[in-house]
């Protein structure tokens, strides 16, 4: 359900700030609250693990419905806000006694990047099992990394330069006259002088791109789409554009930004909850009613996850003339197509339905096609 709410743009994760512009923001805590609205908590759609609640697949009281979850949605919200103070401070110290010995240790780790949590909704197939997604993204990594740091400032690397050299140069002094005599190590913060020199050539030297790097955007993004399999059509040819290196930072995040929304989570995720979802809560009645199958000796479950390119699928892909969904019921950016694909290479045995079975023999026979038609290595 939260891959498809996310694929949907049903969840407020895409928000426009007045200074940030366009950012994504899910944290763990926001993630949590999704989860606790709308399979667990009191008052949830669900009333067990298995099963959406019977009045929630009638549409007849759809507006009824939709007012419960608003006043549902508030009442978490509020909840938040009062127990912010705490949140925030267990944050705060839970942040500190978790990366201080890391910052220490390894000063460039808060500059390295992680895929965010919600680049792991978007980019997770239907069906896809935990395992699976974090090898897949493992994959990417280095490809990822590659083109994000072939973006570069000329202003900030000559600026990171000056400032390790100057660095580097006080180090250099400090560390010599520790050796001539060590006397030195017992002046006042000549300690934390050199551990701060040292974190600071660190940083600066992040951002010093390397000598030897080609300037390849376009062969970069090809390799990253290899592994994470999903790419906004207006990527294509723009893979040299600041806004596709800022739209991909969403997905790839920096250690650091992860760390500081998680910091600002419990503060910010009460007006989230009320001033965004809340408004969104006819849209989600709506939702887990339509796309919402029982299936026998399992349950209630999305039935985006049945890979069914007829209910689902894209006109746009190879399922055209296959499909019966309109605009609402269809997939976004193909999903129900890839995540057919990815299922069908991951699970060989598995039997498709009908209308799947051709479309995976539609997709083998045009693959076959294309390597007989292309030239010889």
Request: with cysteine; hydrophobic share 45%.
């Amino acid at each position: 359900y939260m891959v498809a709410m996310v694929n949907k743009s049903l969840l407020p994760v895409q928000l426009h700030l007045p200074l940030l512009g366009d950012t994504a923001f899910l944290t763990q805590g926001l993630k949590y609250n999704y989860e606790l609205i709308f399979f667990w908590g009191p008052g949830s759609l669900f009333q067990n693990k298995w099963n959406l609640h019977p009045k929630y697949k009638r549409a007849g009281n759809r507006l009824e419905l939709a007012q419960q979850l608003s006043r549902v949605i508030l009442l978490t919200g509020l909840a938040n806000l009062l127990l912010c103070p705490f949140i925030l401070v267990w944050q705060v110290l839970y942040a500190f006694f978790s990366y201080t010995e890391v910052i220490k240790r390894e000063p460039g780790s808060l500059g390295a990047r992680r895929w965010s949590l919600y680049g792991r909704l978007y980019l997770r197939h239907f069906n896809e099992l935990d395992h699976e997604l974090h090898s897949r993204l493992g994959r990417g990594y280095k490809p990822v990394s590659k083109y994000m740091n072939s973006f570069t400032s000329p202003l900030l690397a000559v600026f990171a330069r000056n400032v390790a050299f100057f660095s580097g140069s006080v180090l250099a002094v400090l560390i010599a006259l520790t050796v001539y005599d060590e006397d030195v190590l017992t002046v006042q913060h000549i300690l934390t002088a050199i551990t701060l020199l040292g974190v600071v050539i660190t940083v600066t030297r992040s951002f010093i791109p390397d000598e030897h790097m080609v300037w390849c955007p376009e062969q970069l993004l090809q390799c990253v789409l290899a592994h994470i399999h999903y790419m906004p059509d207006h990527w294509k040819g723009n893979a040299n554009k600041s806004e596709t290196r800022d739209e991909m930072a969403q997905l790839f995040q920096y250690k650091a930004v992860f760390i500081l929304e998680e910091l600002l989570s419990p503060i910010v995720t009460p007006f989230i909850l009320i001033f965004f979802l809340r408004h969104k809560s006819l849209e989600i009645i709506d939702f887990f009613r339509n796309f919402t199958v029982e299936v026998v000796g399992v349950g209630d479950i999305c039935s985006f996850a049945q890979m069914d390119v007829r209910r689902h699928g894209n006109p746009q892909w190879l399922s055209e003339g296959q499909t019966e969904a309109s605009v609402y019921q269809q997939a976004e950016n193909g999903k129900t197509e890839l995540s057919l694909m990815h299922f069908t290479i991951k699970n060989p045995r598995w039997q498709p339905p009908q209308e799947s079975s051709v479309f995976i023999s539609h997709l083998k026979e045009k693959v076959q096609q294309d390597a007989a038609s292309a030239p010889p290595a």
